[in-house]
């Protein structure tokens, strides 16, 4: 029986008891960046999954490529319906999977994919807590290499629902900063990692970062009182827009904005990677 999941969030005692129940698919998303702000560059961590190791029986994601579209002008776009449902399919996804993801970060790249499976509605997915770095210091047990068999591919095919209005483009954003169509925007990414050689951020920016938001010791989402307290200067906002570099770490805001049970957030993708492309159009404008 397929294991039912009643929050975005699953424990690392969730996941051990788990492991190994029908349907249930674990996905290690992690992506390793290099250098900051204009100067990051990212790579799939494919590697560091064989040789570093991985939850048992979890099969690697790749946001880079597969679950991204990588001929657009900005990393980490969206991938259209098709792409998203090949790159789901190849992994073993079906319609009736449960599944859980992680990477070996502070949770913004599984915040991701999370965030991309559920704007295509498919609603039995969760990130785990604390990832990789919690299920590890717990001395749970890791596997190291590739998987030893080929993944299955499903007979049926998994189909992606309607993509729902959980982003938001360089328009809304631009609505927002000029008052046509309020929206709290946050801004999600440590000011550490943007560098200090870049164009401005969004104007308006509330900066909430990862690093309000995770434990640092546990590598968990903290409790819910303290994201309460992290998001009280926008938690009563009707629409809440997270962003960050290229759109992962504003899906840690997202994921812990769920959390608190906010029904309007949506993700800039893009990010800030999109806003500095477009400054001479704004200025134009």
């Known amino acids: 029986m397929s294991p039912v999941l009643t929050s975005p969030l699953v424990s690392t005692q969730w996941l051990a008891d ?24 990212w790579q799939d961590a494919r590697d560091a999954y064989e040789q570093q190791g991985h939850v048992p029986g979890a099969r690697y ?17 969206r991938p259209g319906a098709e792409r998203f449902e ?32 559920r704007a295509f509605g498919f609603e039995q997915v969760a990130v785990l807590d604390g990832g990789f770095t919690k299920w590890r210091d717990e001395g749970r047990p890791v596997r190291v290499g ?13 189909l992606a629902g309607e993509e729902r209005a959980v982003w938001a483009d360089h328009d809304r954003v631009l609505r927002a900063v000029r008052g046509d169509e309020p929206a709290a925007i946050v801004l999600a990414a440590p000011r550490s990692l943007l560098g200090d050689d870049h164009p401005d951020v969004v104007p308006g920016s509330t900066v909430i970062t ?17 994201l309460a307290e992290a998001f009280r200067p926008v938690l009563e906002a009707d629409e809440i ?32 990677v999109d806003w500095w492309q477009r400054e001479p159009e704004r200025l134009a404008s």
Not at 146 to 158: D, I, N, Q, T, Y
Not at 210 to 226: C, E, H, I, Q
């Open 241 to 272: 827009v997270t962003y960050c570099g290229v759109g992962s770490a504003a899906c840690v805001d997202a994921l812990a904005l769920t959390v608190l049970g906010h029904e309007h957030v949506t993700v800039y993708d893009g990010s800030l």
């Open 86 to 117: 090949a790159a789901a399919r190849a992994l073993g996804v079906t319609n009736t999977s449960c599944v859980v993801v992680y990477d070996d970060s502070v949770g913004e790249w599984a915040a991701r994919l999370w965030w991309i499976f």
């Open 18 to 41: 788990h492991l190994g129940a029908d349907d249930l698919v674990v996905l290690d998303a992690s992506v390793h960046t290099t250098g900051t702000g204009l100067a990051m560059s």
């Open 210 to 226: 990862t690093d309000d938001l995770v434990d640092p010791v546990s590598n968990t989402l903290l409790r819910r009182p303290a």
């Open 61 to 77: 994601a790749d946001l880079v490529d597969a679950f991204s579209a990588p001929d657009a002008p900005v990393p980490f776009t």
């Open 146 to 158: 590739a998987l030893r068999a080929a993944v299955a591919v499903p007979s049926e095919p998994f």
